[in-house]
């Protein structure tokens, strides 16, 4: 069900933690399945991301792609980190179950709710970052449960 690395990730996850004063910091959940996921950026003045950190609380999934996405990002730039996708996410893990693929937009709504957060307390505007989403089904309809 489960690939090597997603395994690998889950039992040994890089970077858990909070970093103290961080220049971003993201938080976003799912409603629906409770998961919640913060990422902490340490951005030195080139932009240059030299740590990040997270904290998940969430399903085995959740803790890979959230660790994965840590590693993707570290040492990157902010521009780099931005193209951080679910998809490249979930290549880098070897692939995620269809009932997980949320953990992945996850992983990549809280590296832009990071920046975004480093944006807003620098005062700048990062080219092409969208204002995040605390819920990733934020703006999706309703659907109605049938019985």
Known sequence: MYSEKVMDHFQHPRNVGEIENASGVGTVGNA??????RIYLDIDEDGIIRDCKFKTF????????SSMATEMVMGKSIQEALQVTNKAVME???GLPPVKVHCSLLAEEAIHAALWDYAEKHDIKIEGLKKPKSDIHEGEETEEEEY
Do not use: E, N, Q, S
């Open 32 to 37: 629906k399945c409770g998961d919640i996921m």
């Open 58 to 65: 969430g399903c085995g999934a959740a803790v890979a792609t």
């Open 92 to 94: 880098a893990l070897d």
